[in-house]
C-alpha cells in the first residue's frame, strides 16, 4: 500500500493554481477548482490520480471500464505542507 501525496501550488504568472497529486506510481497535476473547498480539491487530486490508474490498469490487463474500477475509499489527513490520501481498500 502507497499514500498519494498531494500539495497545493499558488498561480504564477503562465500558470493558475493548481494541485499535484503524487506516489511512487506516477503523478498528475489538476487546475485548482474554486467551486469546492480546500479538502475537497485534495480529494478529487486523489480521485483523478487513482482515476488515471484504472485507466492505464484496464488497458496494460485487458480488464473492465474505468467506470468499473473500484479503489475503495480513502481516508485524508493534513501535514504543515500538503495532504495524505490512504486507501482502505474495497468494503
Known sequence: MQ???TKFYGPTNRLGARIKASCER???TVSWDYA???EENHRAACSALLARFAA???ERYNGTSPSEHHWGEFV???TRDSMVHVLLGRR
Request: proline share 0%; hydrophobic share 40%; aromatic share 0%.
Open 3 to 5: 499514500a498519494i501525496v
Open 26 to 28: 506516477g503523478s498528475l
Open 36 to 38: 469546492i473547498g480546500i
Open 56 to 58: 492505464e490498469d484496464c
Open 76 to 78: 485524508t489527513g493534513q
